[in-house]
């Protein structure tokens, strides 16, 4: 279908320049009143347009806004009254002033249900008509500014909706991360506080088995009730018990088992620097390469306690898997063992130091220091 030419009325002052110009639809009406109508809004300096059908005046508000509607209840295709309900569900702020010849409180109530604002009955006086216009425009217009601050408050609440969200997400990645770094840090404090606590106690032993006593009894106290066993090397690597605690072992068989680990881990432990877990006796067995049906159902844990690049002690922790370790006790473990091969070599050097060593050759005397009043020549005096 073709689109009907509009009879279009430019205003004679551009509505750039004129802040009460407005656009209106004229519908409908016959030759001498449409004339006189087109007359009175071009005087006020608006721009209008005439259609004279429903289906020509659904054409025009599809292409173009309209701030008031002057409608003509009898029109060729159909009612005006659908083209002003059409107004007010497509474009609310858009307001409708219907003519006709003959009015009633039935017909003016229609009106308003179908969103007119304005029912003149024909003909009217021009003044009137001009001032009716000029009510209805405001309306539009204070409608028309009312739907843009809407539109305005929409736009700003939908940024901020945006910021807010991207803020939370920030908010949240920065307390996650806050709460990883407490933790971390709290982890590192414990972790220091029981290297420190460790270190104090240790510190004091000078002596190998009050050493292996303290340690093992500060280390019950991290893994709870456990079967441990600490073996230590000889001066030709060879690995005896030093010290050990029985949990559930059977007293019978005990000496034998403890026998048994000394002879297969300690030579794989020796040159091993991680702490070594095992959940299947089976697997632990096949590690050790030696039979491991002594440990069934058990959970095994051995470690080497070296100081620097020496290893001075294995130890072993071994329970029945049914009362696992916890997954923390390996960072434990890593500090006492750090600490006991540390003071286990300092008594080491202390009993080294201990032990008396007589100069073989006379000139070895030279470096004892002569105020003490000692004179040695050619050899020890009788």
């Not at 497509?90 to 249900?113: C, D, H, N, W, Y």
């Not at 893994?223 to 230590?232: D, R």
Request: charged share 30%.
């Amino acid at each position: 279908m073709e689109r009907p030419e509009h009879n279009v009325i430019e205003s004679a002052t551009q509505r750039s320049g004129n802040a009460e110009s407005a656009r209106l639809l004229l519908v409908g009406g016959d030759g001498t009143s449409e004339a006189d109508l087109i007359n009175l809004l071009r005087r006020r300096r608006h721009e209008c347009t005439h259609v004279r059908r429903l289906d020509e005046a659904r054409d025009a508000l599809a292409e173009n806004r309209y701030d008031l509607i002057l409608l003509n209840r009898s029109l060729p295709d159909g009612d005006g009254l659908d083209l002003a309900a059409f107004v007010q569900k497509e474009s609310p702020a858009t307001k409708a002033i219907v003519f006709s010849e003959t009015g009633s409180f039935k017909s003016a109530l229609q009106a308003m249900r179908c969103g007119v604002i304005d029912c003149i009955t024909t003909p009217v006086d021009p003044d009137e008509l001009a001032d009716r216009i000029d009510a209805a425009l405001h309306r539009s217009r204070a409608e028309r500014r009312r739907e843009l601050n809407i539109r305005k408050l929409q736009s700003i609440c939908q940024e901020l909706n945006i910021a807010h969200t991207e803020i939370a997400e920030q908010v949240d990645s920065l307390c996650n991360d806050l709460a990883a770094a407490y933790q971390e840090l709290t982890e590192q404090v414990d972790e220091i506080a029981l290297a420190t606590e460790f270190r104090t106690l240790v510190r004091q032993e000078l002596d190998v088995e009050e050493l292996l006593r303290t340690t093992l009894e500060y280390l019950l106290t991290k893994t709870g009730p456990t079967n441990a066993a600490v073996f230590l090397p000889d001066a030709d690597q060879h690995y005896s018990l030093g010290a050990y605690v029985n949990y559930d072992c059977p007293r019978a068989s005990v000496d034998h088992l403890l026998a048994h680990l000394c002879d297969a881990i300690c030579p794989q432990m020796s040159q091993e620097p991680e702490i070594v877990a095992f959940d299947d006796a089976r697997e632990f067995a096949e590690w050790i390469g030696a039979d491991g049906e002594s440990l069934t159902d058990s959970q095994v844990i051995a470690l080497s306690c070296i100081h620097e690049d020496d290893c001075l002690a294995v130890l072993v922790l071994f329970r029945n898997r049914d009362k696992p370790f916890e997954a923390t006790l390996g960072t434990t473990l890593d500090i006492i063992r750090a600490a006991f091969a540390e003071q286990l070599a300092r008594i080491i050097h202390v009993h080294h130091r201990a032990r008396p060593q007589w100069p073989r050759d006379a000139d070895d005397y030279d470096d004892f220091d002569d105020e003490y009043g000692f004179g040695y020549e050619g050899g020890l005096a009788a």
